[in-house]
């Protein structure tokens, strides 16, 4: 699991965290690097009055 803070104008307020780690840095590191390379994200609707939106994300990875 992977938590970040994603500002009004789309990009990410700080470097993502891993809150629950896949077991290999590796696949971390990969996920931390996916986020920010998705970065601007959409921008916020009107009636949404917060300066972040925090998102917990995860990924799902198939080891061979």
Known sequence: EVLF??????????????????????????????????TPFIGYPPEYDKDFIEIKFTFDANRR
């Open 5 to 38: 803070k994603v500002e009004r104008n789309g990009y990410l307020q700080e470097k993502p965290t891993i809150i629950k780690s896949s077991g290999l840095k590796s696949i971390d590191d990969a996920c931390i690097e996916a986020i920010g390379h998705s």
